[in-house]
C-alpha cells in the first residue's frame, strides 16, 4: 500500500491526553493529515479510532457504531461531572432494587450530557467551560444501550461493562443510578478491539471498514468509478470498491448500481 493513502491507526489513549493531543501526535509521526471517528473525553481511556491520510474521508462512517466501555461506578455520591473531578452534589441513597435499575437502563433512554464532556457548548468543549469554573446548562441526548452486565459488586463501587450506541455518555448512567464515575475505558468501536490497538500499525483503508460488503473493479469499472460515474451492481446498501486490494470508494448500491459516495482514488 503506498504510504500516502493513509489508513486507521487502532491507539489506545491514556487518562489525562485529550483526543486532539493524540491525533495531533500521530499527525506528526505520520506526516500526514490525521483526525479522530469518535472523541474520548481527557478523563476516559482506551481505544480511540485515527484516521490519516486521505482515509480521514471514511470517519463518517465510523462515528455512529457502537461502543463497549467498562466503568466504575461509585453509588451514593453524585457529582456535577458525573466522575470524580466534578464536585460532590450530595450523598444519595444507592438503587432499593439495582437489578431493576439496571434493566431500565437498557434500550433508549433519555440522558442529560455531562458537565465534563467533549461535546461543544457555543463552539467550545464543555470540560474546558468546567475547568474555568463556567455553569452552563448542558442539553439532553437520547441513547441506545444494548447491553449493561455487572463484572462486580463491592458497595460502594460498581463495575459495570456496557455496549451502548454513538453519543451515550457512561457519565450520564452512572448519575442516573446516583453516583459517579471512578474510572472509565471505551473497549471496542463496532468491531475494533482494544486489544488491537498499536500505533505503530497503520491498517489500510480497505481495512477500516470490514462492515461493508466488497466489490472486486475491473479496469473499465475503475475507471468509470473514478470519474463519479456508477457501474452496474446489485444490492442494497453501501460497499467497498477495490481494485488490485486498494480501497478506491465507497459506494451506495441501489438499482442494479454501485455509484460511489466518497472516492479515495488509486495509486498503483
Do not use: N, W
Not at 476516559?44 to 461502543?67: E, I, N
Not at 460498581?158 to 471512578?182: F, M, N, Q
Not at 446489485?234 to 451506495?252: E, I, K
Amino acid at each position: 500500500m503506498p504510504p500516502g493513502r493513509g489508513g486507521l491507526v487502532l491507539v489506545d489513549k491514556p487518562v489525562g491526553p485529550s483526543s486532539f493531543a493524540a491525533v495531533r501526535d500521530l499527525r506528526r509521526r505520520y506526516r500526514l493529515k490525521a483526525g479522530h471517528a469518535g472523541t474520548l473525553d481527557p478523563l476516559a481511556s482506551g481505544l480511540l479510532l485515527v484516521l490519516l491520510g486521505p482515509a480521514t474521508r471514511l470517519a463518517r462512517y465510523l462515528v455512529g457504531l457502537d461502543k463497549s466501555y467498562v466503568t466504575e461506578i461509585e453509588l451514593g455520591r453524585r457529582t456535577t461531572t458525573g466522575d470524580a473531578e466534578g464536585d460532590l452534589l450530595g450523598e444519595t441513597a444507592p438503587p432499593a432494587d439495582l437489578d431493576a435499575a439496571l434493566r431500565a437502563l437498557v434500550g433508549e433512554v433519555e440522558l442529560p450530557v455531562p458537565a465534563a464532556s467533549a461535546v461543544k457548548i457555543d463552539g467550545e468543549r464543555a470540560y474546558r467551560l468546567h475547568r474555568r469554573g463556567v455553569a452552563v446548562e448542558m442539553p439532553t441526548r437520547r441513547s441506545f444501550v444494548h447491553s449493561v452486565e455487572v463484572r462486580r459488586f463491592r458497595p460502594p463501587v460498581l463495575e459495570l461493562e456496557l455496549r451502548v450506541g454513538s453519543g451515550t455518555y457512561v457519565r450520564a448512567i452512572a448519575d442516573v443510578l446516583g453516583g459517579h464515575c471512578r474510572a472509565l475505558r471505551r473497549t471496542a468501536v463496532g468491531p475494533f478491539r482494544i486489544e488491537d490497538a498499536d500505533e505503530d500499525r497503520l491498517l489500510p483503508p480497505r481495512d477500516a471498514l470490514p462492515f461493508f460488503p466488497e466489490v472486486e473493479l475491473t479496469d473499465v469499472e475503475l475507471g468509470r468509478i473514478l470519474s463519479g460515474q456508477g457501474v452496474p451492481r446489485p444490492g442494497t446498501g453501501r460497499a467497498r470498491l477495490v481494485y488490485h486490494g486498494s480501497l478506491v470508494a465507497v459506494a451506495t448500491l441501489g438499482a442494479d448500481a454501485a455509484r460511489p459516495e466518497t472516492v479515495l482514488g488509486y495509486e498503483q
